[in-house]
Structures are given as C-alpha cells and as structure tokens.
C-alpha cells in the first residue's frame, strides 16, 4: 500500500469516524455485543455524528494511535514509533487516543491536564469534543476487533474495550437530550 493510499485509508473525519463505514470496521456490528449494548451504541453514533457535522476542528496529520507504548524517550526527548495509523483526521483523536488509554491511572487527571496543557502549548486545541472524542476511539478499538475474533487474547480484549466504552457512552448519553 503506498503512502497516498495509507493516507486516504486512514482519513478521520465524521463520516469515517462514526459513518456508516468507519475506518476501523462497523463497531455496532461486533459479536460480542448485546443487544442493549447495541442499541446504546448504535444511539451514541447518531449523536456522535450530529455533533461532528456541526464542529469546526483542528484537522490535519495525525499519528492516531499516539500511546504509551509507541511514545520512546531517547536522551530526553520524545519521540514516536508504530506510523501505521497514520493519516490525515481530527487531531483532537490523537488525544483522545492518549488519555483513554490512561483512564483507569489514579493520577488520571493530573495526566490530563498535563497532556492538554503540553499540547496546547505547541497547538491551540479546543477540546470541547474531548468526551466525545473519547467515546469514537472506544468503539473504534470495538471495531477493530471484529476481524481479530479467533487471535489469541481476543475474549480478554473484547471485554476489556467494551468495559471502556460502555460508561463513557452512558455517561454522554445521561448528559445529552
């Protein structure tokens, strides 16, 4: 696969995060899901959609799969590894893709803010979709997942992603009309 084709590939925007044929696979459809956790989600894409459509974000090169474990320190600096995510989207998701990874630290926000203060001082970021922004990198990994059902460590992994993205679903849906 060549570079323009990656890019277009990866190409994060509303129709492909939450669309009807979003970059990592149709989440609502994993099998693993039940049937409230279905109709939970497939309610939380509507609303994820709607609110993509009417936001004016950062977009441009993004990593999108910038965590821990792609981050080397090397003499003090930062740098990152693993560019196979990357392409062009929100660079909002990049963010996402870091703190929700980190959620369950019990120094969580201090990581926040630390994060969204040390991006922002490079990038002016708006961040009112973070919880949003949360929210599609979740269902992403459940979409991601569907085509890894029979590998090694999948059960664990579909539980573990689902245990993620269900509260915070539930969490924007008690806040949402």
């Known amino acids: 696969m060549g570079h323009a084709e990656r890019f277009r590939k990866a190409t994060l925007e509303p129709r492909r995060a ?8 149709r989440f609502w ?3 693993g899901l039940t049937a ?32 821990r474990e792609n981050i080397t320190i090397d003499d003090g600096e930062l740098g990152l590894i693993d560019f196979d995510d990357c392409g062009l989207g929100y660079r909002l998701f990049d963010v996402a893709t870091t703190l929700l990874k980190n959620r369950a630290e019990p120094d969580y926000p201090a990581l926040e803010n630390a994060m969204l203060t040390g991006y922002s001082r490079i990038r002016p970021l708006d961040t009112g979709l973070l919880p ?13 997942i569907i085509k890894r059902q029979n590998e090694p460590g999948a059960g ?7 245990q993620t993205a269900m509260p915070l679903i539930e969490a924007y849906l008690a806040t949402t009309p």
Do not use: C
Request: proline fraction near 3%; hydrophobic fraction near 40%.
């Open 18 to 25: 939450a669309g009807e044929n979003p970059i990592w696979y």
């Open 29 to 31: 459809e994993n099998p």
């Open 36 to 67: 409230l956790e279905r109709d939970r989600i497939i309610i939380v894409r509507e609303r994820l959609q709607e609110d993509l459509e009417k936001a004016n974000l950062d977009y441009g090169l993004i990593h999108a799969d910038m965590r």
């Open 132 to 144: 949003q922004f949360n929210i599609i990198r979740a269902l992403s990994y459940l979409g991601w």
């Open 156 to 162: 664990s992994r579909q539980t573990r992603f689902k």
